[in-house]
């Protein structure tokens, strides 16, 4: 079925510090993949998306590209903040003209310090 | 221009009993999507609403049920409620076709089962 893995976490950073979070999903379809963020204590706020290969999604200093080949999504930044401390999800949605539910990974903590 | 809003914003139940959440889509939108996200792990998918009824349904057991009414709003009603389903409930809205169908989330309900 439909599945989504991300890189094992807590990660920690030091302000400025380049940021890489791994995301591999399966190839089944077409599918449209999606980077949200989770604050503490809040619901999921859409970070950036890509609808089909070589797209590159991007946003806030955030980008990620739609590998089909690697069936990869990976999020990097090249400087992160102490604001950026947040949790992390890939998701996927079946994409075209399907419908229905996103699937997301594990999340990742990221922890970035001054 | 309103986002998707959620009600309450926290509950505190005891098992067996039944509980009622609220969810207002983001406006424009004409889809609404259940996840519940356990402590510590990504949302899963409950089901989805579109013209008023359910067309897609994700693992969860029939104690998990759903509405949606004529202005888009929905409600998902648990039932004989376990302390498993203890978590924060996110309501996701979007428009049915848009490309790759972009999910925007409320900022969830908490929900404690004791």
């Known amino acids: 079925g439909d599945s989504v893995t991300q890189m094992e976490g807590p990660v920690t950073l030091s302000e400025e510090a380049f940021l890489t979070i791994n995301c591999t999903y399966t190839a089944t379809g077409y599918p449209s993949l999606f980077w949200y963020v989770q604050y503490p204590g809040e619901g999921l706020q859409l970070l950036l998306k890509a609808t089909k290969a070589d797209d590159k999604g991007s946003n806030k200093g955030f980008e990620a590209t739609y590998r089909k080949e690697t069936t990869s999504f990976h999020l990097e930044k090249g400087s992160v903040q102490v604001s950026d401390s947040a949790v992390y999800f890939c998701a996927r949605h079946a994409g075209g003209t399907s419908y229905g539910k996103l699937t997301f990974g594990q999340g990742t903590i990221l922890t970035v310090h001054p | 221009d309103a986002g998707v809003t959620q009600s309450p914003t926290h509950l505190i139940k005891t098992r067996g009993q039944q509980v009622t959440l609220r969810c207002s889509p983001k406006?424009?939108?004409?889809?609404v999507s259940w996840y519940q996200q356990a402590l510590g792990q990504g949302p899963q998918f409950i089901f989805q609403y579109y013209e008023e009824e359910e067309r897609q349904r994700g693992n969860f057991p029939d104690r998990f049920s759903g509405h949606q009414f004529p202005n888009y709003s929905s409600e998902l009603n648990v039932n004989a409620l376990l302390l498993g389903d203890s978590a924060l409930y996110l309501c996701a809205s979007s428009l049915a076709g848009g490309l790759g169908e972009t999910q925007y989330f409320g900022p969830g309900t908490r929900l404690l089962v004791l």
């Open positions: 406006s424009g939108h004409d889809t």
